[in-house]
């Protein structure tokens, strides 16, 4: 079974730029997921999708984040204009059922993302 | 809101040693507790996961976690290390149609 599948694996860009990432979930998964990790910390959600919809988005920094999933596959998360605090680990994961909090997360590898 | 304390930011054990690292939350409801691992190199995966019932819930590679409701704490443990356990840990809590929330994980280092 094909995994969660992210990229790019690493990106660096200059503060004010803007990057986007790109996740593809197990295929069937109906529950899609970003999260920030920053070194140190644990993963910390920025938004969640039920096929295209957004579940939960209250952490998204929405001046500057968005994500879409227009057809309930694939997502992309983009930073416009990226500041020195969002060099981070931007994980994706997805989930089979429809987000409840007992449902098993399967996780990609990440977007490793240095802001100089 | 739900949040999860990991007190133990680092540990280093020889192999053989027993393990216990440290998980508490803070939510006053029915909860989903978790442990996620990450190998060296490697996605995060699950190690165990405990929804109801036997709060003695035993996972992958010989880990268990006891979740013990009057203290609200789900501590994962292991009776001996190997070196190829070195590795981050987190705990996760869910709770209703939230999206899990993780501690700031433990980084184990295993000596051979």
């Known amino acids: 079974e094909a995994g969660v599948a992210q990229s790019p694996r690493y990106k660096i860009i200059e503060k004010r730029q803007s990057v986007a990432f790109w996740c593809n979930p197990i295929?069937?998964?109906?529950?899609l997921y970003w999260y920030q990790q920053i070194l140190g910390q644990g993963p910390k959600l920025l938004i969640q999708?039920?096929?295209?919809?957004?579940?939960?988005d209250s952490q998204l920094p929405k001046d500057r984040f968005s994500a879409e999933r227009l057809k309930g596959v694939d997502s992309t998360l983009k930073i416009q204009p990226a500041k020195l605090e969002d060099s981070a680990v931007y994980l994706c994961?997805?989930?089979?059922?429809?987000?409840?909090?007992?449902?098993?997360?399967?996780f990609g590898s990440g977007t490793q993302l240095s802001v100089l | 809101a739900q949040s999860v304390s990991q007190h133990n930011h680092h540990v280093i054990l020889s192999e053989a040693a027993s393990l216990e690292l440290g998980c508490n939350y803070s939510?006053?409801?029915?909860?989903?507790l978790f442990w996620y691992v990450q190998y060296p190199g490697q996605h995060l995966q699950l190690l165990l996961k405990?929804?109801?019932?036997?709060?003695l819930v035993k996972g992958i590679k010989g880990f268990e976690a006891e979740f013990i409701k009057s203290k609200f704490s789900f501590n994962l443990r292991k009776p001996s290390v190997q070196w190829s356990d070195t590795a981050e840990y987190f705990c996760?809590?869910?709770?209703?149609?939230?999206?899990?929330?993780f501690g700031s994980g433990t980084r184990l280092q295993v000596q051979p």
């Open positions: 999708f039920q096929n295209n919809g957004v579940v939960d």
């Open positions: 405990y929804f109801s019932g036997d709060p």
């Open positions: 295929s069937g998964h109906a529950t």
């Open positions: 996760a809590v869910g709770t209703g149609r939230r999206a899990l929330t």
């Open positions: 939510y006053g409801g029915t909860v989903n």
């Open positions: 994961a997805s989930s089979l059922g429809y987000g409840l909090a007992n449902e098993k997360l399967f």
